[in-house]
């Protein structure tokens, strides 16, 4: 089943029959082996290879999705480069909060210009931003420039859809409303040699009111486990020591497949994947959070000490307006069940401030969460009115000063509250994995322990994807300045 919204320039099977009747893995593949020789013969008539940049809005999954791209465009026979002057610039882009899509429209304005000295040059848009009608209008509209749009739903066709790109002269573009094929085993390339992000799951069924994302990421789909584990078989073997699991919602992991399977029985069968030795996860819902995931976490000796616990509010009137199903007591006797049975686990949220009908009275009441749970990082975020979602029709939207207010008063707790949980372990030795050589500090090295804090220590490139035991020297505010022992 995958439902179209919009298509343009786009004829079903535009190749043959025979490519229509092909799987969808196979069809890619044909139309992968197209664009070879397109860039190719390209490449002779410039002297030169063609260059692409991915540039990635928004959060881990969209920078999963990147890879996705990328691993498509060199195989391809595109060179990646760091800058947006190149043949092919794609923007993932990302629409949870307004500022995210003001980005990237002004950023537009400058490809046009990047394009007008590069005729032959093309961009392409994708991703959340480009499920909304509104923004779909306002490109073919004021941005006319623009040679590929699709959505989230049909990225595994990157290459059928680029392909499109150089045999049509107008805009491209593919949107879906939803979809309920998960296409395995197309290119991708990493990032980072040492980590990788692993989907798990796709879209989610929570419609929190303020969200946008169930609109533009679709109903929640888990990936079998077989697929999910060879895929992290796969990466062990080629040096991957770090996997993070990616889902809206991992907390529901599993439940509408044929054979159902837990969250927690996942992370059960990654921990015995060899090679593999830090799991993360990202994100929890706290209504979905069961006592099996706190009790592997606790046994387990490969998933790291971090939990991203999303608050939203502390307001129990507020989170029954969000739509979050829990209330602040409830929250709270989580977060002491899990530092009961994990001391040494580092707790992070997110906090919305400004949302409908929030008075400073409640914002004390968030406040008064994170006092009492002691969070080690919180992301706080103003509320951004998102078209189509409850909280948009809601009245008693909140004035600019009353949200600045409460937003001020919750950032300087949280941050006065993290330096002291990040402070607790100066003086020990931890693990780290090394992940880069410090952009400031060349003699430096940059490194992440196992609850997510970053340690900064002498080294060099020769490091990099290391486990190794770093003495936390002296805390800097929200990091470490470190010495390796071992
Ligand atoms: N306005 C502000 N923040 C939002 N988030 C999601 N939707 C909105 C919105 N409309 C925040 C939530 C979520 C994080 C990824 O983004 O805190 O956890
Ligand atoms: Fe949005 Fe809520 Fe789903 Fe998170 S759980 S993506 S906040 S609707």
Request: aromatic share 8%; charged share 30%.
């Amino acid at each position: 089943m995958s439902e179209k919204i919009y298509t343009k320039n786009l004829p079903e099977n535009f190749y043959s029959e025979d490519v229509a009747a092909m799987k969808e893995y196979e069809k890619q593949q044909f139309f992968l082996k197209k664009l070879k020789k397109i860039i190719s013969d390209l490449e002779d008539k410039k002297g030169r290879k063609l260059t692409c940049n991915v540039t990635t809005f928004g959060c881990q999954m969209n920078a999963r999705d990147s890879e996705k791209l990328l691993g498509i465009l060199l195989e391809a026979g595109f060179e990646e480069t760091a800058s947006e002057q190149a043949d092919f610039v794609i923007y993932n882009t990302c629409t949870v909060r307004d500022n995210a899509n003001q980005r990237v429209y002004g950023r537009l304005g400058m490809l046009n210009s990047y394009k007008k000295k590069n005729k032959e040059m093309k961009i392409a848009l994708c991703g959340c931003m480009m499920q909304e009608q509104s923004v779909l209008e306002k490109i073919q509209k004021s941005y006319g420039f623009v040679d590929l749009i699709f959505g989230t739903h049909n990225i595994y066709k990157f290459a059928e859809l680029l392909l499109r790109t150089f045999e049509t002269k107008g805009m491209v573009i593919d949107i879906w409303k939803d979809t309920d094929q998960i296409v395995e085993d197309l290119p991708v390339s990493r990032k980072y040699p040492f980590k990788s992000g692993i989907n798990i799951m796709f879209g989610c069924n929570n419609f929190c009111s303020y969200c946008i994302v169930p609109y533009v990421r679709g109903r929640e789909r888990s990936r079998e486990p077989k697929e999910i584990l060879q895929e992290i078989e796969k990466l062990a073997k080629d040096g991957v020591k770090e996997v993070m699991l990616l889902g809206q919602n991992v907390n529901s992991y599993g439940k509408n497949l044929d054979t159902p399977m837990s969250f927690a029985q996942l992370l059960r069968e990654v921990e015995k994947v060899d090679g593999i030795e830090r799991i993360r996860f990202m994100t929890s819902h706290p209504k979905d959070l069961s006592d099996e995931l706190i009790q592997v976490m606790k046994e387990s000796k490969k998933i790291c000490r971090h939990l991203h616990l999303p608050l939203q509010s502390g307001s129990t009137r507020i989170l029954e307006k969000m739509n979050r199903r829990y209330t602040k007591e409830s929250y709270l006797a989580l977060a002491e069940k899990i530092r009961k049975e994990i001391p040494d686990i580092a707790l992070t949220t997110d906090i919305i401030v400004g949302f409908p009908g929030e008075t400073l009275e409640d914002v004390e009441e968030t406040i008064d969460v994170v006092k009492t749970v002691q969070f080690d990082n919180a992301f706080t975020f103003i509320y951004s009115k998102r078209t189509g979602t409850p909280a948009a029709a809601m009245e008693n939207q909140v004035p600019e000063e009353i949200v600045k207010e409460g937003f001020d008063k919750l950032l300087k707790v949280v941050q006065e509250t993290a330096r002291m949980r990040v402070k607790r372990y100066e003086g020990q030795i931890m693990s780290a994995l090394v992940e880069e050589v410090n952009e400031q500090d060349s003699h430096l090295v940059t490194a992440r322990l196992s609850n997510n804090t970053i340690v900064h220590f002498e080294g060099d490139a020769s490091l990099i994807g290391q486990i190794v035991d770093v003495s936390l020297e002296k805390c800097e505010g929200f990091y470490y300045i470190g010495k390796r022992i071992r």
